[in-house]
């Protein structure tokens, strides 16, 4: 992906998430202008054109029900970017607040200056107004329409009553839109950088995390097969050994015939290819998909072509018939980068782990094991015999 794709998806979400917070709170927010509502028609009741007072005052809270019906609407669905025929329709209300907020100024306009009232009516509509720009900027759209219908309200009745109230009031409706413009940017701005800000410390999370992760692969696994290395090996039978009690767990140690022999005779691209077919043969014959259908164990690759198989809950006849399944399975083996005569083959020595018995003592078993098949002509399987081992092991050592 691309560095334009990347921050064009960044962008989205900050678009998305700015739509998500302004709808979770805004009504929260405009619940405020009933406080500056009350004040005005407390103001208003001495005044003479007080009824025009009040249905502005009507209308204005019927706009704002209205508005917040259709941010519940939104909050509602799925993917709010993608409702435009309700932000069509939030753009309208806001546009008809901004109106209504002007149109409070009508009743007043005549005496404004010579009555405290009406002074009081107009510093309480343009504090409101200033409030209302800050709190919808996140929803810029809604924003320039609310501001359009207060402009296209107030300077007409700045220029009717000039005669009246003077040029100020016509300047200061000039004056408010750049401010107000002004005001609501940097809301905006605050806000999307906050939200950009904030999904860039989580991208910087998942990407840690991810490291950490591949980091913790890389320190447990072998590189070649991404099977457990010696270390994880341990750790893990330890542990599994610890929670079977007395379950029975069998160790599998299988060593790949002749491995020298396929390196030097077909190149050493060869037999890491070997080595990964066959750690992947090994690790699927305990999957939950395989016909043994185990779905446990722990694999190893132990040495150079050396793999270890721990079984839990499993008894040696069955560990015996899980390492016949991996030779035939390795003798099957084929790969189209292969030469046709090369065939894979493994000599297998299998052993019980007693629970009083360390684990280098269990897989000490499974090598005498092995060594033994591999005496008898490699590609066999063979199990631990106890008193069979101790004679060789004796017979070495002489």
């Keep these: 992906m691309s560095a334009a794709d990347v921050g064009g998806a960044l962008e989205n979400q900050v678009e998305e998430l700015s739509q998500r917070y302004f709808l979770q709170n805004i009504v929260r927010w405009q619940s405020v202008n009933l406080v500056p509502l009350l004040l005005i028609g407390l103001c208003s009741m001495s005044l003479a054109d007080w009824r025009t007072t009040a249905v502005l005052i009507v209308l204005n809270l019927a706009c704002l029900v209205a508005m917040f019906a259709v941010a519940r609407r939104l909050r509602s669905a799925a993917h709010p970017p993608s409702e435009t025929g309700l932000w069509r329709g939030y753009n309208i209300l806001s546009f008809g607040l901004g109106a209504l907020w002007a149109g409070l100024m009508l009743p007043v306009a005549p005496t404004l200056g010579e009555n405290i009232a009406s002074t009081f009516v107009c510093v309480i509509i343009i504090a409101s107004v200033a409030v209302t720009s800050m709190v919808i900027a996140t929803r810029w759209s809604a924003f320039l329409h609310f501001l359009a219908g207060l402009v296209l309200c107030l300077l007409p009745q700045t220029i009717i009553f000039i005669d009246a109230i003077g040029p100020i009031p016509l300047v200061a409706t000039i004056g408010l839109v750049p401010g107000f413009w002004a005001m609501a940017s940097a809301v905006r701005q605050q806000d999307r950088t906050l939200i950009r800000t904030q999904l860039e410390k989580e991208h910087l999370a998942q990407e840690l995390a991810l490291a950490l992760e591949r980091a913790e692969f890389l320190a447990n696994r072998d590189s070649l097969t991404g099977l457990f290395n010696r270390r994880a090996f341990e750790a893990l039978a330890n ?160």
Aim: aromatic content about 4%; glycine content about 10%; charged content about 25%.
């Design 239 to 398: 542990s599994l050994r610890k929670k079977a009690g007395d379950a029975p767990l069998s160790l599998i140690l299988i060593d790949l015939d002749h491995f020298k022999t396929i390196n030097d005779r077909h190149g050493h691209a060869t037999g890491d290819s070997v080595l990964q077919r066959s750690a992947r043969l090994i690790l699927d014959s305990v999957s939950p998909g395989d016909v043994l259908g185990r779905g446990d164990g722990a694999v190893a690759r132990w040495g150079g072509e050396e793999f270890l198989l721990l079984l839990p809950d499993c008894p040696l006849p069955r560990a015996m018939h899980i390492a016949e399944h991996l030779r035939q399975g390795l003798v099957r083996m084929a790969d189209p980068q292969w030469p046709e005569s090369l065939i894979v083959s493994g000599s297998f020595g299998v052993a019980s782990w007693s629970p009083d018995a360390a684990l280098h003592q269990c897989i000490s078993d499974a090598d005498a094991a092995m060594y033994r098949a591999k005496q008898a002509g490699r590609n066999r399987v063979e199990g631990h015999d106890p008193g069979r081992d101790a004679q060789e092991r004796i017979a070495q050592a002489g």
